[in-house]
């Protein structure tokens, strides 16, 4: 999956767009660089290792980060909520430990992606 960060009426707005069986490529094309990302953060393969991964069930955009970066959780509880079909969902920590999210409130994310790591 590639992240971009794309500016429409002065908003930015996080796209995730996955490759699929691609057999032609692209041209490159020139990146302008954001003044504040509001992206989602790569998932990084190491932090999977050192911790357990929240991952997306659905494709949705998160509506809400319901606990601060690096606070401690415990199992089931409530961690952000992902909205889908209009629906909002709440996604819980699988354990005890300390969350550190992958992904900011306005992301849209795709099934299976990690939104955050409870080490």
Known sequence: ?????????????????????????AAPVAA??????????PAAPAAAKNGTPVKSP??????????AEG?????????LVLEAMKMDNDITAPCDGVVSFNVTKGANVESDAVLAVIA
């Open 71 to 79: 606070a401690t959780v415990k199992k089931d509880q409530p961690i």
């Open 58 to 67: 659905f494709p949705g955009l998160v509506k809400n980060l319901l606990v």
């Open 32 to 41: 302008q660089p954001a003044a504040a990302p509001v992206a989602a953060k």
């Open 1 to 25: 999956m590639r992240n971009f960060v794309v500016t429409v009426n002065g908003k930015q707005y996080s796209v995730g767009v996955e490759e699929v069986g691609a057999t032609q490529t």
